[in-house]
């Protein structure tokens, strides 16, 4: 890191320079931030299957002086977006040998002696979202925002999952997200852990397996697939049967447990989207009890989770010192010290994300049970109007249709046509039992290609692009409307 710290300033640029990172996970990832914070300047993380025209933008937006290019599956197609202006650094050790070189700098520089001095209130690293709905926009932090929020999770794990000292931990998610940002690297910080990083998607389970990480975090999607992939092995009926048998019951889980890589995971964590109930129960008769967590990046993740009790479908209470309340709109409203800064170089956006008393605008609605548990009911600007005036939130009757495991599934391999659409059908009556008339589905469509990062409708994530998905279908919709059959195969 100091090497690398004393190769940063040769090149002279100025304090506070806005220096770039475009790798998957690795150490050299982490190596590469701290060394930019050592040479004083602040850094930029960003998607490693970041589209090339985004990522032009992206530099253009920041002013990028320089970026780290590492462990990376399309840079023949990125690189030449990458401005003139902008300094390559190459993380040679995984192949890409443009611009400067990693190895050079190890053998030519001596560390830095004195790292930069910062003060808590500086911009220290600016995080692109991944552009669910639009154009990523740079979400401003200082350290302090990092500090608070670590403290306060280190505090969570110990008290409620026993996190060990010096714990071991599995990287995967993307470290330019703000969850595995604080889960993993920050984390790493405050409590001397192991990091173990997945080799490849296609490694993903034999890696994680082998690690036996002491927490793991993973989106709905994620859950869903381990799900997958079990009943793959073993079906439901013969679990269900094994589950029942008292002695047998505990050597099941427990070798499930470990076959996935959760033997020793306290914490058992899902965010980024909602996950069906259905889907939590399931893991729960397993002995695996996921703990939703609710933030996103503009409040450094530093939201709501389930604690001391957890309650399937909310996501648990407020975290400490974090203020919450809701608009008129029940949208969700936060506030705390770890709060962005701002959108770099959005002023206006800025000021419109922000209450006069200094609440962000989470865009979530959501509403509080009782005794304080939070349930997500969808987003502000999801919600649509009938031609009859009734507003409706897709979000909760999307998670009913997720109860249908057919759904979120590559289908029509193992099931013939006729199977899925009975399938649908009977989700669409049981769905339109249970809500407004004026909510009622009308129809289902079947995409003949999935929703993928490849193609542009998902974020880096795992989220649907509402947006992009919207475009492509729209002039289809009164044609899908006025089919005779409840199921279109588009």
Known sequence: MRKIASGLLSLNFPSRSNIAILSKNCAQWIISDLAITMAGHVSVPLYANCAP???????????????????????????PLIPSSVQKISIDFYGIRDGILLSGWLNKFQPIQSPADWTDEELYTIMYTSGTTGTPKGVMFNMKAFDHTTKILVEYLKKLENL??????????????????????????????????????DTFARDLMLVQPDLFFGVPRIWAKFQEKILEKMPQ??????????????????????????????????????????????????????????????NCALAYANQEEIR???????????????????????????????????????????????????????????DGFLTITGRVKDQFKTDKGKYVSPTPIEMKMLKNTDIEQVCGKAKSREEISKSLVATLTEINSQVEHYEHLKRAVIMSTEWTIANGLMTPTLKVKRNEVEKIHLPNYPKWYAENSEVVWA
């Open 53 to 79: 025209a985004s990522l032009k933008q992206i530099l253009e937006h920041c002013d990028a002086k320089a970026i780290f290019t590492g462990k990376l599956d399309d840079y023949e197609l990125q690189s």
């Open 164 to 201: 060990p000292d010096h714990p071991r931990l599995f990287s995967y998610l993307p470290l330019c997200h703000i969850a595995e940002r604080n889960l993993t690297e920050m984390l790493a910080f405050y409590s001397g852990a192991t990091i173990s990083f997945v080799e490849s998607l």
């Open 237 to 298: 009926q013969r679990l269900d049967f094994l589950l029942k048998l008292p002695l047998i019951n505990s050597v099941v889980k427990k070798a499930i447990q470990k076959k996935l890589g959760l033997s020793k995971a306290g914490l058992k964590g899902s965010g980024a989207a909602p996950i069906p109930v259905v889907l939590l129960n399931w893991f729960s008769k397993l002995g695996i009890n996921i703990r939703e967590i609710y933030g996103m990046t503009e």
């Open 312 to 370: 399937f479908g909310t996501v648990g209470k407020a975290l400490p010192k974090v203020d919450v309340k809701f608009s008129e709109e029940d949208e969700i409203l936060t506030r705390h010290i770890a709060l962005t800064l701002g959108y770099y170089r959005e002023p206006a956006l800025t000021a419109e994300s922000f209450t006069p008393d200094g609440f962000f605008k989470t865009g979530d609605q959501g509403k509080l049970d009782k």
